[in-house]
C-alpha cells in the first residue's frame, strides 16, 4: 500500500512538474499569440485606413477595434474589410484600365501632337514663302505704280504737246487761209511759166547777177530776174549763191527760165538764213 501511495505520489509529482512546464510553454504561446493579433489587429487598422469607402471626400474604412479584438464580432469587421478592400482592388483596377487608355490616347495625342507641330512647321514656311512672294509682289506693284505715274505725267506732257501742236496747226491754217490767194497767184505765174517758152540752162557766164523778186518757203522756191542773153549753153541747171550785201544767205538752183525771169529751188543744205526779197543771186560755178 505504500508502495503504491508512493507510486502515486511520484507519479503526481511528475504530472505536477509537467502541467507546471506545459503552463509555462502555453504561457509563452499565449503571449506570442497575444502580440501576433495584436500586430494583427494594427496592421487590419493601418489597412482600414488606406481603403477608400464609397462616400465621396475621401472617407477611409472605419473599424471598430473593440469588434476586432473580441472573436464573435471579429469576423464582421473582416469582411468589412475585405469588402472593401474587394471594392478598392475593383476601383484600382477600373483606374488601371481607365489610365491604360489614358496612356493610349495620350500616346495618339502625342503622335498627333508631333504631325500637328510638324504642320505648323510646315504652314510657318509657307506663310514665310508667301510673305517672301507678297513684298515681291509689292515690289513689282510699286515699280508698275511708279512706271503709272510717269506714263501719265508723259501723257499729260503729250497732251499739252498735242494741244499746242493743234494750236499751232489751227494758227497755220489761218495763215494758209490768209496766203491762199498769194498761193494762187503764184500757182497761177508759176503755170503761166510752165505753159510758155521755157530755156533749160547747161551754163550760166560767171558772175552773173540777179535779184530775188519771189520767195515762197513753202514751196522752197525762189523767183529772180536774169538776163537771157547772159546764157551760154543748154543741157543742165546751173546753181546760184544768194547774198545780203556781203554776207552768204543760201544757194538755188535754177529750174526754168524764160527771158529776164528764173525759177529756183531753194536747197536747205545751204541755207543760212531765210531768203528775202531783194537779196542778191550770183553764179560761181
Known amino acids: 500500500?505504500?508502495?503504491?501511495?508512493?507510486?502515486?505520489?511520484?507519479?503526481?509529482?511528475?504530472?505536477?512538474?509537467?502541467?507546471?512546464?506545459?503552463?509555462?510553454?502555453?504561457?509563452?504561446?499565449?503571449?506570442?499569440?497575444?502580440?501576433?493579433?495584436?500586430?494583427?489587429?494594427?496592421?487590419?487598422?493601418?489597412?482600414?485606413?488606406?481603403?477608400?469607402?464609397?462616400?465621396?471626400?475621401?472617407?477611409?474604412?472605419?473599424?471598430?477595434?473593440?469588434?476586432?479584438?473580441?472573436?464573435?464580432?471579429?469576423?464582421?469587421?473582416?469582411?468589412?474589410?475585405?469588402?472593401?478592400?474587394?471594392?478598392?482592388?475593383?476601383?484600382?483596377?477600373?483606374?488601371?484600365?481607365?489610365?491604360d487608355q489614358t496612356n493610349e490616347v495620350l500616346r495618339i495625342t502625342s503622335i498627333e501632337l508631333k504631325e500637328t507641330k510638324q504642320q505648323l512647321a510646315d504652314a510657318r514656311a509657307e506663310i514665310t514663302r508667301l510673305n517672301g512672294e507678297i513684298a515681291t509682289l509689292n515690289s513689282k506693284i510699286d515699280e508698275q505704280r511708279r512706271k503709272i505715274a510717269e506714263l501719265e505725267q508723259e501723257k499729260s506732257e503729250l497732251k499739252n504737246e498735242i494741244e499746242e501742236l493743234n494750236t499751232k496747226i489751227t494758227k497755220l491754217e489761218e495763215e494758209i487761209?490768209?496766203?491762199?490767194?498769194?498761193?494762187?497767184?503764184?500757182?497761177?505765174?508759176?503755170?503761166?511759166?510752165?505753159?510758155?517758152?521755157?530755156?533749160?540752162l547747161v551754163g550760166v557766164k560767171r558772175g552773173v547777177k540777179g535779184k530775188v523778186l519771189i520767195v515762197n518757203p513753202d514751196w522752197n522756191f525762189v523767183v529772180f530776174a536774169i538776163e537771157a542773153d547772159d546764157i551760154i549753153d543748154k543741157g543742165h541747171n546751173a546753181a546760184f549763191l544768194v547774198q545780203r550785201g556781203e554776207q552768204l544767205v543760201g544757194r538755188v538752183k535754177i529750174t526754168a527760165i524764160k527771158k529776164n525771169w528764173a525759177v529756183a529751188d531753194i536747197q536747205p543744205e545751204w541755207q543760212q538764213m531765210p531768203i528775202q526779197e531783194g537779196d542778191y543771186v550770183v553764179y560761181i560755178p
Open 1 to 99: 500500500m505504500a508502495k503504491a501511495l508512493r507510486v502515486f505520489i511520484i507519479l503526481g509529482f511528475l504530472l505536477s512538474i509537467g502541467a507546471l512546464v506545459l503552463g509555462i510553454m502555453l504561457f509563452n504561446q499565449r503571449e506570442i499569440l497575444k502580440g501576433r493579433t495584436q500586430k494583427l489587429e494594427n496592421c487590419l487598422l493601418e489597412v482600414a485606413k488606406t481603403i477608400e469607402t464609397e462616400r465621396e471626400g475621401d472617407a477611409m474604412v472605419s473599424i471598430n477595434k473593440d469588434k476586432l479584438m473580441t472573436y464573435d464580432d471579429m469576423q464582421g469587421q473582416l469582411d468589412i474589410l475585405v469588402a472593401k478592400a474587394v471594392n478598392q482592388r475593383e476601383s484600382l483596377e477600373q483606374t488601371r484600365n481607365d489610365l
Open 177 to 200: 487761209e490768209m496766203h491762199k490767194d498769194e498761193i494762187q497767184s503764184l500757182k497761177n505765174d508759176i503755170a503761166r511759166l510752165t505753159k510758155e517758152e521755157v530755156i533749160t
